[in-house]
Structure formats: structure tokens, C-alpha cells
């Protein structure tokens, strides 16, 4: 079964930044698709950024763009998520999310994702 950690959440004045991780329990890492998504306090969940099996295609939402950066470790089984230039409309509980993947292609739709983990808090202050 595949066990995906998020971590690196927590408070963070407006314009600062935060770097989150995901780490997964799975043996094919190096296939499968990754991607974090977040839930702002009574709203839905929201797509953020995703990244192909290999690294080489990444997309961002248009509220993140510029600001966030999107990478994977495959060595590691970890992806990040740096966040800079950080406002109070990032706060939210951040999600990575993986599905094994033929192509090499990065997916922005939650319901193309099999696998997720529980969540970390970002808090943002202004």
C-alpha cells in the first residue's frame, strides 16, 4: 500500500516562505505522477502544482504561479513544494497526491489521483 507524509506546514508571515515535502512508501517512485492540491478553511479542495515522473513537465494553478516551485528527488521518493512571496489566501491544509503513470505527464485533476496523504497546515498572517 502506498503511504504518502507531507511535512513543513506551519505559520508563516505574509511574504515569507515555507518549503513542503512529500515523502512516499512506494518502490516505483520514479513512475508515478505527483502533485499538491490544497483546501483553503471552508472551501473546496483546489488543484496547486504537479510534476511528471520524471521532473520534466510541471504546471502550476494561475494563483501560484511565479511564486510556487514544484520539484521531485527520485533518489529520495520525495517532492517539494517551495513556496515564497507567501499571502494570507495561501492558507490551507496542502495535500500531495500520486498516480502511477504510463505517460510522462504532469495531472491537475484531483480525480486522476489514486493516492494521498493526510495533509499539512499552512498558515499565512498579514
Known amino acids: 500500500q502506498v503511504q504518502l507524509v507531507e511535512s513543513g506546514g506551519g505559520l508563516v508571515q505574509a511574504g515569507g516562505s515555507l518549503r513542503l515535502s512529500c515523502t512516499a512508501s512506494?518502490?516505483?517512485?520514479?513512475?508515478?505522477?505527483m502533485g499538491w492540491f490544497r483546501q483553503p478553511p471552508g472551501k473546496e479542495r483546489e488543484f496547486v502544482a504537479a510534476?511528471?515522473?520524471?521532473?520534466?513537465?510541471?504546471k502550476y494553478a494561475d494563483t501560484v504561479k511565479e511564486r510556487f516551485a514544484i520539484s521531485r528527488d527520485n533518489a529520495k521518493n520525495t517532492m517539494y513544494l517551495q513556496m515564497n512571496s507567501l499571502k494570507p489566501e495561501d492558507t490551507a491544509v496542502y495535500h500531495c497526491?500520486?498516480?502511477?503513470?504510463?505517460?510522462?505527464?504532469?495531472?491537475?485533476?484531483?480525480?486522476?489521483?489514486?493516492?494521498w496523504g493526510q495533509g499539512t497546515q499552512v498558515t499565512v498572517s498579514s
Open positions: 497526491g500520486a498516480v502511477t503513470a504510463v505517460w510522462d505527464r504532469a495531472y491537475v485533476s484531483a480525480d486522476e489521483y489514486r493516492y
Open positions: 512506494i518502490g516505483t517512485f520514479g513512475s508515478v505522477a
Open positions: 510534476i511528471s515522473w520524471s521532473g520534466g513537465i510541471k
